[in-house]
DNA sequence: TAAAAATGCTAACAATTGTTAGCGGGTTAT
DNA sequence: ATAACCCGCTAACAATTGTTAGCATTTTTA
């Protein structure tokens, strides 16, 4: 009742407005994501997030603990779906490492074209996570890198693919796949499908047209 | 002799070692180069690099105008730096589309391995200059990955590439040599000619051996 | 409908930010 | 030797940072 005694107009509060299936917690890491992306997580203040969020920055942790806790979700969320992903591929059997590395190169393509922030800012902003978190998303990275190397060195065992250096193959196709940033700033974008068939072919039979 | 009154030690002013052939605003510059690679522009404070440099942070200040400047300075040596590239590679007569691109991924390879810190912080970074310089480094990018680009157009129409999308040959060839930061940091690294040759044969001639 | 839980607000905090002012010692040129 | 300049220091600034405390309001539960 103070309030109204202060003031003659009734106090509004902005509430945060939840989508169906997701809490208010995961509208909050959604408009991180989105920032974290333009701004990156160290220049993004959480006056900056609470405004886009609608709301006072101190509200923002009535959902979560800390601006630490949003980068380590939206990178281990991210992490761990890939990881998944790996697993299934390579328990697959009856796969040619061809068919296997085109695999996880359209999963990626995909990933990065569905969940464009989360992944963006997941590959580029992990290295300000503290401590516990850091040497954890180091070790899976490695990890993750490792499988895919793995999987080269046993097409070029088995014939399929060039006797090339498979950690230098991998640090081409994980990068090249981050690159589709570009592509979704520019004007004259070509479709998802034609962009995922382009990238698989140039990574995988080169620019230089056969003979 | 205030200060003698006040403390028994003399006072010994730490000095900025200045290598032969350099300024000592280079020396800032280099140290400020390696920081921002390492934590990024923003988590990057001028304490911290005037700590790296041997002195206290207001003293940069007779050597520099502003932290912006340095990421300036960054920015834009490496980008021109790039642009005089292509343009002598486009004005040199006889060379297949093919030979362009080579002489092209082969320089910037060749650029992330000899001035690392330098291309990786103006390549991850200039989004953080402001605006005149922002707009004018936006300019210069979306020209430069123009070039490119008509370079493949024109392999195409001669027939020696395959008919791709051009701008998305460019961004896959691009973000595929701004891997060379994984390269950097792991341990059983292979020699940097070989990394080259490997990294212009996959993009060239692909993953797949013909059979 | 009353109690409990969730969620918003304002105000404030200590730390850190980039940067400037002013002073003095050290080096170089006259 | 003396003047001028370069360059480092300390101290301080206003702004911004992430975060907490305490209280008010709305929503959910009983």
New binding site residues.
């Given amino acids: ?4 005694l202060l003031s003659l107009t ?7 407005k939840r989508n169906r299936n997701g ?2 917690k995961d509208v909050i890491i959604a408009k991180a994501a989105k920032l974290f992306r333009e701004k990156g997580f160290s220049a ?5 997030l ?1 405004e886009h969020v609608g ?9 979560i ?4 806790e949003i980068l380590q979700e939206i990178c281990f969320k991210t992490a761990n779906n890939f990881m998944s992903h790996i697993e299934e591929v390579d328990a697959t059997p009856n796969k040619t490492a061809i068919e296997k590395i085109q695999a996880i190169l359209r999963f990626h393509i995909r990933q990065m074209l569905d969940n464009y922030e989360e992944v963006y800012v997941s590959d580029r902003e992990w290295k300000h996570l503290t401590d516990p978190y850091l040497s954890n998303m180091q070790t899976q990275r490695r990890a993750y890198r490792q499988r895919i190397a793995s999987v080269i060195e046993d097409g070029i065992r088995k014939g399929e693919i060039k006797p090339i250096d498979a950690p230098t193959a991998v640090l081409i196709m994980l990068h090249a796949v981050s690159g589709i940033e570009s592509w979704h700033r520019s004007k004259k974008k070509i479709a998802g499908e034609v962009l995922e068939d382009n990238m698989v072919q140039i990574l995988v039979d080169g620019l230089r047209k056969q003979a």
């Fill in positions: 009742m103070l309030a109204f009734p106090i509004i509060m902005a509430k945060i809490t208010r993004t203040s959480m006056r900056d609470a709301v006072e920055a101190a509200s923002l942790y009535n959902h603990s800390s601006k630490a």
